[in-house]
């Protein structure tokens, strides 16, 4: 398994010191590079230079060898680990260096070697020195030679090693002074993810109006700080929503609940007729009724909000939508003496499922047909708007909604007139589910209400199409 | 008949049982699945009616057996998920219609009696109670000779009530039927409740005796005896 540290910090320091660690091991070698090239360029020049001054020494000996004349003394063997050797160009040696203890500086010499310009090579003795050699043809009075002169690199590798031993005391001061910097670095840049971290497990679901202290929200750490508050202030407003849908729906499944219990137990407390008996059954099989009604719609929202419901969607008019509609609930309105108009467009088609949409223009009619006053008249009116939208708006003449009940109606549970509307047998979810249906489709819903001025509600649908052929299907008005 | 009712609630078991006697019907009741499926191959029936959700042996997997052996009998199935899904699983297993819990029961029985019908030539009943007739094809109805002025949504409802005359007619069964509406979420109960106030006042109001009546808490019926 791979070594892994385990915080960042750590992890941040050995990143640190590896990266500092190559680039200096790539230091070391370009620099060991130029320093060996530009020693052994002065090796070589120096062998070069000597190999003229051989030249100058050669002398003949009467015995057909070659010696090598000194012109002062000490020059005769120049210096420790400079090699000569002479040979003939018949292959024969005429002179080697004492230094080399009569080891050959290679064999008898070829015919090409040192016609040319010399040129210094390595080559290995056969006791394993390295030595720079370079060697070229001269004559000693009539006779031609070959000189090969050699330098050991033995001080070259020397300064050499010399210069890594320097580095290689260097280096790891220099990696242990760059892991503790970088790791007081990388613990002062992670500083405020600790507090973070150190705020944020004392935020629990019961404390989710804590939010987090951003120091400088321009900073990267500020900005993950500001991302996490907005989380939080969402997750926070959930939380808040699903809260009181739970006390709401808890209350309004007690309130039938309680009517069944209260209204068998009064029953039960003495003799009755069979006429009472059958009334108080009836009346608790129509609380629960009620209580199916309430299940059967919390459920479909829940299933909308677990998005489970699959739209049959078709291009259709929403002027004809609006039409079933209204001849679905239009008696309520009869009874009433209101009148429910239907205005508009009948070209202008949405892609809607037909009957989801036709439940949630039901709610607001049936809405509408509630809360307005006898003899009043209720107006449906088909627009297009901008943006390729179609708005619908149902405008009704009832007592309108004040201000600070607004931006609720569409809530779950949610009454204006708590007792008046569970009278009237609703469920508190009618415009949650219309609401719910809209946006389902893509829409919106507003309202726009004042008090003694009636309310419109407006629902808008993106445009499916504009069909020249127009759809009167749908009931009467 | 004989109807088999596989439900392990006892409340529930005992008032289908009794309901379902009421109506004449030879019932037996089965606690789980196992026993279930032990009378339904042991003995004969006219229905079974199936809850789905059953200790020992899930319903689904009694009414697929049942099906590969090859058992005809009309199958029932009760269901508390109320999701599309197991209703396709309940039908492709080889049920014949499904009722989602909580049923009202005037329900109940037009679905056994529909699956008791089926696959048997039915006898066209006239559509007549007491002095009240309806012809379907003309949408004509008369009562006492007199011809009733009717809307056309006045007169599917009362034509709904007279093809189940003598039962009661639940409120559900009407908003499908005849308002074809699925959702019990739309506000339909005052719609209806005004319509029947509707057909009261033309068809019985002007007559002593009256035919539609109401069942509180469960629904309607229309029914000649007072």
Redesign the interface.
């Known amino acids: 398994m791979r070594f892994r540290p385990r915080n960042v910090r750590s992890r941040l320091t050995l990143w640190y010191v590896l990266v500092l660690a190559s680039l200096l091991a790539l230091y070391a070698g370009v620099a060991s590079s130029f320093l060996f090239l530009s020693l052994r360029e002065d090796f070589d020049q120096n062998l070069l230079q000597d190999l003229e001054t051989v030249e100058g020494m050669l002398a003949k000996e009467p015995n057909g060898l070659v010696s090598l004349r000194a012109s002062h003394p000490d020059a005769a063997e120049p210096r420790i680990g400079h090699f000569i050797e002479v040979w003939s160009t018949e292959g024969s040696l005429l002179y080697r260096s004492a230094a080399l203890q009569d080891q050959a500086l290679g064999g008898s010499p070829g015919r090409d070697e040192g016609v040319h310009d010399p040129i210094p090579a390595t080559v290995r003795l056969p006791n394993g020195t390295r030595v720079r050699l370079a060697s070229s043809v001269y004559h000693v009075e009539d006779r031609r030679v070959v000189v090969r002169a050699a330098y050991s690199e033995e001080r070259l590798w020397q300064e050499l090693g010399e210069f890594g031993e320097v580095l290689l005391l260097g280096f790891p001061i220099a990696l242990v002074l760059a892991g503790f910097g970088g790791y007081a670095l990388a613990r002062k840049a992670l500083a405020p993810i600790d507090s973070m971290a150190t705020q944020a497990k004392t935020i629990s679901a019961e404390r989710l109006s804590d939010r987090l202290s951003i120091e400088n929200p321009e900073d990267e750490l500020g900005k993950l700080g500001a991302v996490f508050n907005d989380t939080l202030a969402r997750l926070q407003a959930a939380f808040d929503q699903l809260r009181r849908f739970t006390a709401d729906a808890s209350h309004e499944l007690r309130t039938p609940l309680t009517a069944i219990r209260s209204v068998g137990e009064v029953a039960l407390q003495d003799q009755r007729s069979p006429e009472e008996y059958?009334?108080v059954?009836?009346?608790?099989?129509?609380e629960?009724?009620r209580l199916?009604?309430l299940s059967?719609?919390l459920?479909?929202l829940s299933r909308a909000d677990a998005g489970h419901v699959q739209l049959q969607r078709e291009d259709i008019s929403l002027l004809s939508v609006a039409r079933e509609a209204s001849s679905?609930?239009e008696?309520?309105a009869?009874?009433k003496r209101q009148r429910i108009d239907i205005e508009g467009d009948a070209c202008l088609l949405v892609s809607a499922d037909r009957?989801i949409l036709r439940?949630a223009i039901?709610?607001l009619l049936?809405n509408a047909i509630k809360y307005s006053p006898a003899e009043s008249r209720i107006l449906v009116r088909l627009q297009s708007g901008e943006e390729k939208q179609v708005l619908l708006d149902v405008i009704d003449q009832g007592p309108g909604i004040p201000s600070e009940h607004q931006p609720y109606v569409f809530d779950r549970f949610y009454r204006v007139d708590k007792a008046r509307t569970r009278e009237?047998?609703?469920?508190g979810?009618?415009l949650s589910?219309t609401r719910w249906a809209i946006e389902a489709h893509a829409g919106g819903i507003t309202v726009k209400s004042e008090e003694g001025q009636g309310s419109t509600f407006r629902i808008s649908l993106p445009l499916a199409k504009y069909s020249s052929t127009s759809q009167s299907k749908g009931g009467s008005q | 008949m004989r109807v088999l009712v596989v439900e392990d609630e006892a409340k529930v078991a005992r008032a289908l049982r009794e309901g379902l006697e009421r109506e004449k019907y030879e019932v037996v009741v089965a606690p789980n699945g196992e026993e279930g499926f032990f009378l339904v191959n042991a003995e004969e029936f006219d229905l079974v009616i199936l809850d789905l959700m059953l200790p020992g042996r899930d319903g689904l997997q009694v009414l697929s057996t049942l099906r590969k052996r090859g058992l005809q009998t009309p199958v029932l199935i009760l269901t508390a998920r109320?999701a599309i899904e197991d209703r396709v699983t309940g039908l492709d297993k080889g049920a014949d219609d499904y009722l989602v819990k909580?049923f009202a029961f005037p329900e109940l029985l037009a679905r056994v009696r529909a699956l008791l019908r089926r696959g048997r030539t039915e006898q066209s009943q006239p559509l007549r109670l007491a002095d009240l007739e309806m012809d379907v094809t003309a949408r004509k109805a008369r009562r006492h000779g007199q011809v009733v002025d009717l809307t056309a949504?006045e007169f599917d409802l009362l034509e709904y009530l007279l093809r189940h005359k003598e039962q009661v007619v639940s409120?559900e069964m009407l908003a499908r039927n005849v308002?074809k509406?699925?959702?019990?979420?739309?506000?339909?109960?005052?719609?209806m409740d005004?319509?029947i106030n509707?057909l009261r006042r033309k068809v019985d109001d002007p007559y002593d005796r009256k035919l539609i009546h109401t069942?509180?808490?469960?629904g309607f019926v229309l029914r000649a005896e007072e």
Do not use: F
């Open positions: 059958r009334d059954i009836g009346s608790m099989l129509e629960v009724d199916t009604r059967e719609s459920l479909a679905l609930v008696v309520l009869e009874e009957l439940q039901v709610n049936d009237w047998g609703g469920t979810l009618g589910i | 109320d909580p949504r409120r308002w509406e699925t959702s019990r979420a739309t506000p339909l109960d005052n719609v005004v319509h509707r069942v509180r808490g469960v």
